[in-house]
């Protein structure tokens, strides 16, 4: 859920018997973080401009926070589209520290939005997952005209974010509220998402989650079900910060309901490292791209019950 990678992360990405652009690659992220910039403005700034056509700044409500970012693929569609929640422990995050996940999605004919959401405190639950639903329902709404696949919109979030869009996927009633129906979603993809994570020991979470009647209603493993879409859950062994056993134990439950759910585990990875091996100096540590990328594209059919 922490939005900044570990010095242990940060000297992970530089394996014995790694290449040379690797090493450098890595020296460059540890540099920036002991400069005080923050990895994701480095691999922000690693992205090649034009690599993917941009909107920025579009409203898709009434509050200054209630923005996205939509990146197309040069070329023309209709392509999927990804809708991805950044993380940030619900407390933390811009749009605009995200444009290398637009561009590589882009690069393998994805467009993607990228919306911000109110945070903590003034966006505590369910706020920030209200917001959440209104960007869904607005882009999905509007796939069409965009030059998207409607019948391609999928989900998709890292941390905090992953567990916005799991929550959005799987409770029906998120996305009802906003005027959209969840069958139009193909799938949902979480990366190194809280699932399952009851009971709230950090006092910090316990303050984001404290309007909640009924703690229950925090969880997306509490409403997996036969009509939920396909769910892709990745993970790193090494993450500590949200342990791969949230993402086990959501697939099984899915699995249980008559819902399809994938696990993939990427050895070696922690919390941070499953969302930088999207960005190009980074994609050697893992698949993340390519099973996201494969996901979008052609997700899994799955009957719908409701």
Do not use: K
Request: net charge positive; with cysteine.
């Amino acid at each position: 859920m922490a939005r900044s990678a570990s010095s242990a992360e940060t000297a992970g990405m530089a394996m014995p018997g790694a290449m040379p652009g690797r090493r450098r690659a890595a020296a460059l992220l540890g540099t920036a973080l002991l400069g005080g910039c923050t990895p994701l403005g480095l691999l922000d700034a690693m992205v090649p401009r034009g690599s993917a056509q941009a909107d920025t700044g579009i409203a898709y409500g009434a509050h200054p926070r209630q923005r996205l970012d939509l990146y197309r693929p040069a070329g023309g569609g209709p392509w999927p589209l990804v809708v991805w929640f950044y993380g940030g422990a619900w407390r933390s995050g811009d749009r605009g520290d995200y444009r290398f996940v637009a561009a590589a999605l882009a690069g393998h004919g994805i467009a993607t939005a990228i919306p911000d959401y109110r945070l903590y405190p003034e966006g505590a639950f369910p706020t920030f997952l209200e917001d959440a639903a209104e960007a869904t329902a607005w882009a999905g709404t509007r796939a069409a005209a965009l030059g998207a696949d409607p019948a391609r919109v999928v989900l998709a979030g890292h941390s905090a974010g992953a567990h916005i869009a799991l929550l959005l996927a799987l409770d029906a009633r998120r996305l009802a509220r906003a005027g959209w129906d969840r069958r139009g979603l193909a799938g949902a993809i979480g990366l190194a998402g809280p699932y399952d994570f009851l009971p709230l020991r950090d006092p910090a979470v316990q303050a984001v989650f404290a309007a909640a009647d009924d703690l229950r209603e925090t969880q997306p493993i509490a409403f997996a079900d036969a009509g939920a879409p396909p769910l892709l859950l990745l993970t790193g062994t090494d993450d500590t910060t949200v342990g791969p056993g949230n993402s086990d134990r959501l697939a099984a439950r899915a699995r249980a309901a008559g819902g399809s759910a994938e696990v993939r585990r990427y050895p070696g990875l922690a919390h941070i490292g499953v969302l930088t091996a999207l960005a190009p100096p980074f994609r050697w540590r893992a698949p993340v791209l390519a099973d996201m990328a494969a996901f979008a594209a052609a997700p899994p059919p799955l009957p719908r019950a409701g």
